[in-house]
T-cell receptor
Framework: GAVVSQHPSWVICKSGTSVKIECRSLDFQATTMFWYRQFPKQSLMLMATSNEGSKATYEQGVEKDKFLINHASLTLSTLTVTSAHPEDSSFYIC????????????FGPGTRLTVL | GEDVEQSLFLSVREGDSSVINCTYTDSSSTYLYWYKQEPGAGLQLLTYIFSNMDMKQDQRLTVLLNKKDKHLSLRIADTQTGDSAIYFCAETHSSASKIIFGSGTRLSIRP
């Protein structure tokens, strides 16, 4: 149980385009979902926390107009990277939690974004 | 602020024990985790320990917690080639909604 999927697993796009990444909890209802980014050989950095039906809470330094997060249902959250640039190339990982606390998070397999 | 630190690399011989160390600064940490990340993949929760525990053992994995020194370790017994990965130490506390990750320790196994 507690499986989280992400789609796509990898994506290559041109600079200036927008890319949407989906995160789904397959066998449980995710009240809270988290979005992380991971640069090569670095740790995970939390970008934002989203609760179903409400606006996402962004970490300091993360542009909310550039990284649009939608958590419209208890099983789906999306991250849209708008007007992507090469510096946005990274590994994006989502996680999902049953409750509002982040103490038990189940991680997706990640999406590798490459912006040309 | 909250900080979690780990050494970046560890190399062990196949069959030996691996010990990965971690220190943290948040004295109110309630949960401490070890995650494993294989190349190009997401994170797999290996084990976690509550702050009121000193030790937790799960098959080949042993977690030791020294709360006074804010030191956490993960011991992998009989290390195998499949254990090659990056291991992340992480912490959170019950009132928080986010997990703070360390920088990860890359474990490599030599024959």
């Amino acid at each position: 149980g507690a499986v989280v999927s992400q789609h796509p697993s990898w994506v290559i796009c041109k600079s200036g385009t927008s890319v949407k990444i989906e995160c789904r909890s397959l066998d449980f209802q995710a009240t809270t979902m988290f979005w992380y980014r991971q640069f090569p050989k670095q740790s995970l950095m939390l970008m934002a926390t989203s609760n179903e039906g409400s606006k996402a809470t962004y970490e300091q330094g993360v542009e909310k107009d550039k990284f649009l997060i939608n958590h419209a249902s208890l099983t789906l959250s999306t991250l849209t990277v708008t007007s992507a640039h090469p510096e946005d190339s990274s590994f994006y990982i989502c996680s999902a939690s049953h409750g509002t606390s982040g103490t038990e998070q189940f991680f997706g397999p990640g999406t590798r974004l490459t912006v040309l | 602020g909250e900080d979690v630190e780990q050494s970046l690399f560890l190399s062990v011989r196949e069959g030996d024990s691996s010990v990965i160390n971690c220190t943290y600064t948040d004295s109110s940490s309630t949960y401490l985790y070890w995650y494993k990340q294989e190349p190009g993949a997401g994170l797999q929760l290996l084990t976690y320990i509550f702050s009121n525990m000193d030790m937790k053992q799960d098959q080949r994995l042993t977690v030791l917690l020294n709360k006074k020194d804010k030191h956490l370790s993960l011991r992998i017994a009989d290390t195998q080639t499949g254990d090659s990965a990056i291991y992340f130490c992480a912490e959170t506390h019950s009132s928080a909604s986010k997990i703070i990750f360390g920088s990860g320790t890359r474990l490599s196994i030599r024959p």
